[in-house]
């Protein structure tokens, strides 16, 4: 199969607040009150969260179906931890992103704990986002001026 691409694109509302088009479909990203936002949609790191979890419940389903498990429902529980003392340009030797996240999977099935153990594992092998969070991806950024401003 050959590559497929995927993009994003959108303007912000606000200084917090951001709405992306992904295809069809409208993505509000915003942070609470206490971030200086208007709590109109996830933050940037929930979504990232969210995204993962959506990944994993994919593959999850997916490689079951190819190892013989009946998946039923798959349960997904993830939190992370970052300092946002680098976000907020406050001086710290913490990076900006999640210094850990916590993963939980609770699949309903009638499967063993060994079955599992390799389903969980090929999962984790096969899914982009977890591809993503773990492996440097290079990130290509180019500045292009809006014209429409003017500038003094």
């Keep these: 199969m050959s590559k497929v691409t995927f993009s994003v694109s959108g303007k912000n509302?606000?200084?917090?607040?951001?709405v992306a088009k992904a295809r069809n479909f409208k993505i509000v990203i915003d942070e609470p009150l206490n971030l200086g936002g208007t709590d109109e949609g996830p933050n940037p790191v929930e979504y990232l969260l969210a995204?993962?979890?959506?990944?994993?419940?994919?593959?999850?389903h997916i490689v079951a179906k190819e190892q013989g498990i009946d998946l039923l429902s798959l349960e997904i529980e993830l939190e992370g931890d970052l300092?946002?003392?680098k976000?907020?340009?406050k001086p710290t030797d913490a990076r900006p992103g999640?210094?850990?996240?916590?993963?939980?999977?609770?699949?309903?099935?009638?499967?063993?704990?060994?079955?599992l153990?390799?389903?969980?594992?090929?999962?984790?092998s096969r899914c982009p986002v977890n591809d993503n969070l773990l492996n440097s991806t290079p990130i290509s950024v180019r500045v292009e001026k809006n014209i429409g401003i003017s500038s003094n």
């Excluded at 999640?98 to 079955?115: D, F, H, M, V």
């Excluded at 153990?117 to 984790?124: I, L, M, N, R, T």
């Design 13 to 18: 509302e606000s200084p917090a607040k951001f």
């Design 98 to 115: 999640y210094q850990e996240i916590r993963l939980k999977l609770k699949p309903e099935c009638t499967a063993s704990e060994e079955a």
């Design 87 to 89: 976000i907020f340009g």
């Design 83 to 85: 300092d946002p003392d």
């Design 51 to 60: 995204s993962y979890a959506g990944c994993l419940n994919v593959l999850g």
């Design 117 to 124: 153990d390799q389903w969980v594992k090929e999962v984790e």
